[in-house]
């Protein structure tokens, strides 16, 4: 049974362009205890959205896991995983149509957005994909 996640990142550092562009991509530099648990529970082909944070704030597009976790080669006391994109939505949705959303309003991006590995229930992943189309 797929499980369902969103990841978060700066398009200025890395964007859903560059993903593209890569391919596959470990995602690397989680520096947050709960967000490496999350990332310890992703399994080969959960589906992933790609958010754009601080520039944009919108989900772009959807990844799948391709590599469970494995050490961060960047300091390996924490955790990645490979993602792969999948494809773009349709219509980006954005953190201010999400939180107008009453199904979305316990999804961590509203309650802890500070998080930059989150998982989403089925429903919220396929309310988000509606919102997309």
Known sequence: MANYWMVKQ???AYSWD???KDGKTDWTGVRNFKARLFLKDMKLGDKVYFYHSVVGKE???IAEVTKEAFPDPTDTAW???ELTPSKPLKKPVTLAAIK???ALANIYL???PRFSVMPLTKDEFQEILSMSK
Do not use: K, S, W
């Open 10 to 12: 700066e398009p200025t």
């Open 18 to 20: 560059d993903f593209v």
């Open 59 to 61: 989900i772009v597009g």
């Open 79 to 81: 955790h990645a995983v």
């Open 100 to 102: 107008e959303n009453a």
């Open 110 to 112: 509203v309650r802890q």
